[in-house]
C-alpha cells in the first residue's frame, strides 16, 4: 500500500513539473505567433503648445515635474520605406504621406497655437503592454558654450491595441522665454510643463488630447501590407519539329503483313 502511495505522488510530482516546463514554451508560442500576425497601422502624431496670453496661468506647476524615461524606447529613422517590398517599422514617412499638414500650417497662422513637432510612421501593434515607445525629441535653438542645451521637447508615445487602439504619452516641455527683456539681469531658466495621458481611440478618427499648455493631435489608420507581386508565368518556348535526313526520306514504308 506504501509502495503504491509512493509511485502515485511521484507521477503527481512529474505531471506538474512537465506541466510547468511546457507553459513557458506555450507561452512564448503564443507570444510569438502574435508578433508575427501583429496588425500593421500608420499613426500620425502632431504635437503643439498653447501661446494664448494666459495659458496654463491658473495651474500649478511643478518645478521638475521629472523626465520621461526612453530605456525602452525606439527613434524613428528615415531613409526607405520598404525592403525586399516589405515594409520597414519605425521608419518617418514624408510629408506627402501625412495627412494633418493643414492643422500645421493653420496653427503656424495662429496667435493662439504653436505647432512644436509633426511625425508620421508605420509599426505592428502588440498589446499595450508589450508596446514599444516612440521616443521624440525636438533640439532647442539656444547656443551655450558651456553645456549642451536641454530638448524644448521629448518624452514618449506609445500605441498598444486590445479590443480598441491604446495611446499613451509622457512628454516634457521646456519653455525658454526670458521673463525680462534684459537676459545678463535676470535668467529665471525654463518653466517645464508635463503631459501623462492615456487615451483609447478609433482607428480612421482624428483625437485631440488636451492639456492647459500643451496639445496633441493624433490619428491611426490600419496598413494593409502590399502582397507581393506576382511572378509572370514562363512563356512557351515553341519548337519547329527537326528536318528529315537524306535516310529517312529515302527509306520505304514497311508493309504491315499483319
Known sequence: M??????KQETVIFLILSLLLIAPMGLYAESHEEQQSAPWYQFEVLVFRRIAPGAGSTE????????PEQQES??????????????IAYRALPAEEKSLTEAWG???????????YHIAWRQPVAHPDQAVPIYINLASKRKSAFE??????EGNIKFGIKRYLHLETDILLRVEEDQTT????????PQNYRMQE??????GKLHYLDHPVLGILAIANRYEIPAPPEEPEPEPIETTP??????QQSEPAVPNTQ
Open 198 to 203: 492615456k487615451r483609447r481611440m478609433r482607428s
Open 182 to 189: 534684459n537676459e545678463a539681469e535676470y535668467d529665471p531658466g
Open 148 to 153: 549642451e542645451p536641454l530638448p524644448i521637447l
Open 2 to 7: 506504501l509502495r503504491k502511495m509512493i509511485v
Open 242 to 247: 527537326a528536318p528529315a535526313t537524306e535516310s
Open 74 to 87: 525606439v527613434q524613428l529613422t528615415r531613409g526607405t520605406l520598404t525592403e525586399d517590398g516589405k515594409p
Open 60 to 67: 500649478g506647476w511643478a518645478l521638475d515635474p521629472g523626465v
Open 106 to 116: 493653420a496653427m503656424r497662422r495662429s496667435r493662439d497655437y504653436r505647432p512644436l
